[in-house]
Nanobody
């Protein structure tokens, strides 16, 4: 069983940045694709960014150019940095792991962007 724990959420003013972290136990993130999702109030959960086993990175259009995903194999973490945040980025951000068809989710971390 893989246990994922997100951290780094909080309140931030528009234009600010947030660095979200997903820490794993019970499995090595470097073997699989890790994906960040987010869910805003009243909206469906959506993909934000992902990083594959080989290190290939992908970003949703909504965050492309102002976000960066990375993995630290030694720490067994995946980090998502989002810059120039807007109120539209307000959501719960979830870490997701697909381990050969087994799906694991973290509990989420809330990011609130407001002035």
């Amino acid at each position: 069983q893989v246990h994922l724990v997100e951290s780094g959420g909080g309140w931030v003013q528009p234009g600010g940045s947030r660095r979200l972290s997903c820490a794993a136990s019970g499995g090595f993130l470097g073997f699989y694709t890790t994906t960040w999702y987010r869910q805003a109030p009243g909206k469906q959960r959506e993909v934000v960014s992902s990083i594959t086993r080989g290190g290939d990175k992908d970003y949703a259009d909504s965050v492309k150019g102002r976000s960066y995903i990375s993995r630290d194999n030694a720490q067994n973490t995946v980090t998502l940095q989002i810059n120039n945040l807007t109120p539209e980025d307000t959501a719960i951000y979830y870490c997701h792991l697909n381990r050969n068809g087994e799906i694991f989710w973290g509990q989420g971390t809330q990011v609130t962007v407001s002035s």
